[in-house]
């Protein structure tokens, strides 16, 4: 039997929204009603209820996540899809714990809200074959890029769970960041969270740091020690570079979180607690379980649920959010005015590799606001360190930035071959600008392209530019 045309209704305040979404769900073969306002659809809602809800959160009059709080009671089983320009993490956080089915944050692709769409009905039943799936919830930080937005989406779906947690990625990307909001969101929020870095602390060190000590249990133990564990009793434990952990204490480690139990140090007594361990690693540690430098047993105990953090040359649209407010906290810290980027020194810190991530961000901050003379930081303030000075931005390198963020883009829509995509409008961009610059000469725009004229009007005709 065929599914019924699934009913889909959208509220937001600005028209040009409505008008897409649409356009494209009625392509899609669904039927849509549109509102302006929050209170305008609750009017209507008493009637019946549509398969699938699309709101935007900031709105005259009521906002998106009254209109959530609201229909969380009347509606318990409306899936809902919050969409926003302003995609902050808090945002994110409220929208899930509000009981939303997805986030979206704009400008969106509206594929993938269609495809949202299709799953939100699919987890409800409204459209046919598909079992529901389950409820989902999230955290906290700065970012739109797609690829903290994925973060953001991992973190929301486990706001109401106490799961063991990976976190992955290189040095400096926020992984402590990810930890404290998981645990922020999470319900042992109002108990402890404990952040140990495993690499700072020499390995035989290491076991009474994290299961303390009895009196007398060592030369220099005076009195009994509480390690990291019991502090962290009732809330979250935070492990960073757990990679670096030795293979004893990796045994050690699996036991507690297999039993929730351990002895202290000298101790004879089992220590029982409750503990959300959250790990972290720069490593590929399923290549270190390869190599046996990694027990295999504690990886699958760690990696019940991953989330990878993105290096910052992976999300370079927010270097200029960041840098921002990063300037705004060191001028804090300094007590001085906070300091502007121009627009040349913009380009040039956003064309910079960053190998140090976010925390060499913080780091450039900082030294910025003390070493740049005047409030505003131009191209010249910038360090050879950072992309300045002796290694000056030049204008075409522009285009290439901009192609690499089109192409992560790209690549996080799982839109096919890039090349397939790409090369027919560069061609087609190259050949408009030469003909338009030798006012339709096929000749001689064929020579400032490189090519002969057969192989321009061959490539005219293929891209429909006759």
Known sequence: MASLRLDVWIVDDDQSVRWVLEKALTQADMATR????????????DAGAPDVLITDIRMPGMSGLALLERLRTTHP??????????????????????GAFEYLPKPFDIDEAVELVHKAA??????????????????????????????????????????????????????ELVARALHDHSPRANKTFVALNTSAIASELLETELFGHEKGAFTGADSRRIGRFEQADGGTLFLDEIGDM???????????????????????????????????????LARAVKESRFREDLFHRLNVIRIN?????HRRDDIPILL???????????????KVIDAEAMDTLQDFGWPGNVRQLVNATRRLTVTAPGRVITARDIPGDLGGSETPRRASKEWTRMLAAWAERQIHLRKG?????????????????????????????AKLLGWGRNTLSRKMKALHLD
Do not use: C, W
Not at 77 to 98: C, F, M, R, W
Not at 418 to 435: G, N, R, W, Y
């Open 122 to 175: 699919r987890a409800t039943g409204a459209e046919e074959g598909r079992a529901p799936e389950a409820p989902r919830s999230i955290a906290s930080m700065i970012g739109q890029a797609p690829a903290m937005q994925e973060v953001f989406r991992s973190i929301g779906r486990l706001a109401g769970s106490s799961m063991t947690v990976l976190i992955t990625g290189e040095s400096g990307t926020g992984k």
């Open 309 to 313: 953090t993105p290096p910052l040359r």
């Open 324 to 338: 921002g407010h990063y300037l705004a906290e060191a001028a804090d810290e300094l007590g001085t005015p906070a």
């Open 34 to 45: 549109s509102f302006e306002r929050a209170e305008h659809l609750l009017e209507a809602i």
């Open 77 to 98: 089983q409306l899936p809902i899809i919050v969409i926003t320009a302003h995609s902050d993490l808090e945002n994110a956080v409220a929208a899930y714990k509000g």
């Open 246 to 284: 030795s293979p004893a204490l990796q045994t050690r480690l699996l036991r507690v979180l297999a039993e929730s139990e351990f002895y202290r140090v000298g101790g004879e007594k089992p220590i029982k607690v409750d503990v959300r361990v959250i790990a972290a690693t720069n490593q590929d």
């Open 417 to 445: 071959p890039l090349l397939d995509q790409a090369m027919p409008e560069f061609e087609k961009t190259l050949i408009e600008i030469a003909m338009s610059k030798t006012n339709g000469h096929r000749q001689e725009a």
